[in-house]
């Protein structure tokens, strides 16, 4: 049987469907094995899959994850989505931009609402990047 390739915008839907499961691992499978995620509010970058299924794991939440995408944009390999994301006591709009190649997500760069100081839990699993400055 011949491997299709899918459409950006049906990856990065995929990628939203699997992460609604809070099956971190079954949605690490929509991520390239050279997969980056930059955070550029607390100046963190995650490298790899391991390391994004880490975090996610371990995320302090109050109870699973439910993720709402409220948008989604594409432009070539390029995709754009706003969701909004809960654990049932928090809740935050998250703005990310997936870079697809092939059948996975190669890049995010994903801004949340506010800046924020990185948790010094999740350290062993990110990698120091500029932060961006507090508006004015």
Known sequence: ?????????????????????????????WLSDDFLCDWPQSGERIEGRANFVEINRRYPAAGPWNFDVVRLLEQGREVVTEV????????????????????????????????????HWRRHWVTAIPRESQPA
């Not at 899918?6 to 499961?21: D, G, H, I, L």
């Not at 654990?87 to 800046?115: S, Y």
């Open 1 to 29: 049987m011949e491997n299709k390739t899918m459409e950006p915008k049906a990856v990065v839907e995929a990628y939203w469907q699997a992460m609604q499961s809070n099956d971190f691992v079954k949605a690490s499978r």
């Open 84 to 119: 909004v994301i809960t654990d049932g006591e928090v809740e935050a709009r998250a703005i990310t931009f997936h870079t697809v190649r092939g059948n996975t997500i190669c890049h995010q760069t994903e801004f949340w609402p506010d800046l924020y100081e990185a948790p």
